[in-house]
């Protein structure tokens, strides 16, 4: 698996990324909201550079100009619902892009620590042939992402494979380069330091659908 840690330089992403953890900051959720968006746009910036182009010829009012344009398709996939705002930050930027949304969830059986993971709720383009972006702000575990992943590419083979998440612990990286093609590329605005005893990422953020659209029941 390829990775790409895009906190290793200084830029404005680090500047997101402080607001979306501080707690004062968080209060405000439509802050949280566009503040995840503008990462996730960022990343697509980052991300468009590695896709393929082709050459095109564009008319202009006073002549031509040669240029490059996007090549392959894309279908941006997001795991609901933590993953909306990031998949509108893509979107803006892979504007022409096709879209997915798939449900993940942690499901306790015995109301204890332990817990699988269930994907029930999908409605995907079709990604076959086609640049796939997986986006969900928060790698803890990566149990979420590989069933997701699993799931999607049962009868379909894309052309490339990106996963975009904002925070990442190093174990959800170790799993997924465990469980993944090596062909695939992980973004990651951030690698935080561990997983706690509830395989929650510390430092972390908290819940990210909870600071974007309220707690759930």
Same mark, same amino acid.
């Given at each position: 698996?390829?990775?790409?840690?895009?906190?290793?330089?200084?830029?404005?992403?680090?500047?997101?990324?402080?607001?979306?953890?501080?707690?004062?900051?968080?209060?405000?959720?439509?802050?949280?909201?566009?503040?995840?968006?503008?990462?996730?746009?960022?990343?697509?910036?980052?991300?468009?550079?590695?896709?393929?182009?082709?050459?095109?010829?564009?008319?202009?009012?006073?002549?031509?100009?040669?240029?490059?344009?996007?090549?392959?398709?894309?279908?941006?996939?997001?795991?609901?619902?933590?993953?909306?705002?990031?998949?509108?930050?893509?979107?803006?930027?892979?504007?022409?892009?096709?879209?997915?949304?798939?449900?993940?969830?942690?499901?306790?059986?015995?109301?204890?620590?332990?817990?699988?993971?269930?994907?029930?709720?999908?409605? =995907? *383009?079709?990604? +076959? @042939?086609?640049?796939? #972006?997986?986006?969900?702000?928060?790698?803890?575990?990566?149990?979420? !992402?590989? $069933?997701?992943?699993?799931?999607?590419?049962?009868?379909?083979?894309?052309?490339?494979?990106?996963?975009?998440?904002? =925070? *990442?612990?190093? +174990? @959800?990286?170790?799993? #997924?380069?465990?469980?993944?093609?090596?062909?695939?590329?992980?973004? !990651?605005? $951030?690698?935080?330091?561990?997983?706690?005893?509830?395989?929650?990422?510390?430092?972390?953020?908290?819940?990210?659908?909870?600071?974007?659209?309220?707690?759930?029941?």
């Amino acid at each position: 698996m390829q990775i790409h840690n895009l906190s290793e330089s200084d830029s404005v992403l680090n500047h997101f990324l402080a607001q979306i953890r501080a707690v004062d900051v968080q209060k405000d959720s439509m802050r949280f909201r566009r503040n995840i968006e503008r990462i996730g746009e960022i990343m697509a910036y980052e991300m468009s550079k590695i896709f393929p182009y082709e050459a095109v010829t564009i008319k202009t009012p006073l002549g031509t100009k040669s240029t490059t344009s996007s090549k392959d398709a894309t279908v941006i996939c997001s795991i609901l619902r933590a993953g909306l705002t990031l998949h509108q930050g893509f979107l803006n930027y892979f504007d022409a892009a096709e879209n997915g949304f798939i449900s993940a969830y942690r499901h306790h059986p015995n109301n204890d620590d332990y817990f699988d993971i269930l994907v029930e709720y999908q409605a =995907i *383009a079709d990604i +076959e @042939g086609k640049n796939l #972006l997986l986006v969900d702000p928060m790698l803890a575990t990566g149990q979420s !992402i590989v $069933a997701v992943y699993n799931k999607i590419i049962e009868n379909k083979k894309p052309a490339s494979v990106h996963i975009a998440v904002v =925070i *990442a612990a190093p +174990e @959800g990286i170790a799993y #997924l380069k465990e469980h993944l093609p090596n062909t695939c590329h992980l973004w !990651i605005a $951030a690698i935080d330091e561990k997983l706690n005893e509830k395989s929650y990422i510390v430092p972390g953020l908290g819940d990210a659908g909870d600071l974007a659209y309220g707690p759930k029941l």
